[in-house]
């Protein structure tokens, strides 16, 4: 079955140097394109699950919020 939370070829044509970078940058360690690539593929097959479950949490309670002060506008409106 294919991963849900597999990265296209713009984001990973956009990510893969980013990586690169942070890797040589933070940790001294050198990886190809194709490295950085492959492990780009494996953090969102891990992990992506978790940020986007956590992200839908963060939009619903911005929504929630946003419907509170709604409810309430309308409930001074109604007064």
């Given at each position: 079955?294919?991963?849900?939370?597999?990265?296209?070829?713009s984001?990973?044509?956009?990510?893969a140097?980013?990586?690169q970078?942070?890797?040589?940058?933070?940790l001294?360690?050198?990886?190809?394109?194709?490295?950085?690539?492959?492990?780009?593929?494996?953090?969102?097959?891990?992990?992506?699950?978790?940020?986007?479950?956590?992200?839908?949490?963060?939009?619903?309670a911005?929504?929630?919020?946003?419907?509170?002060?709604?409810?309430?506008?309308?409930?001074?409106?109604?007064?």
């Open positions: 079955m294919a991963n849900p939370y597999q990265l296209g070829e984001q990973l044509q956009q990510l140097p980013r990586l970078r942070y890797m040589a940058d933070q001294g360690v050198e990886v190809g394109g194709f490295e950085a690539r492959f492990l780009l593929d494996f953090l969102a097959a891990e992990l992506g699950r978790e940020i986007y479950n956590k992200a839908l949490q963060d939009a619903q911005a929504l929630a919020t946003r419907m509170e002060s709604l409810q309430a506008a309308i409930w001074e409106l109604e007064q």
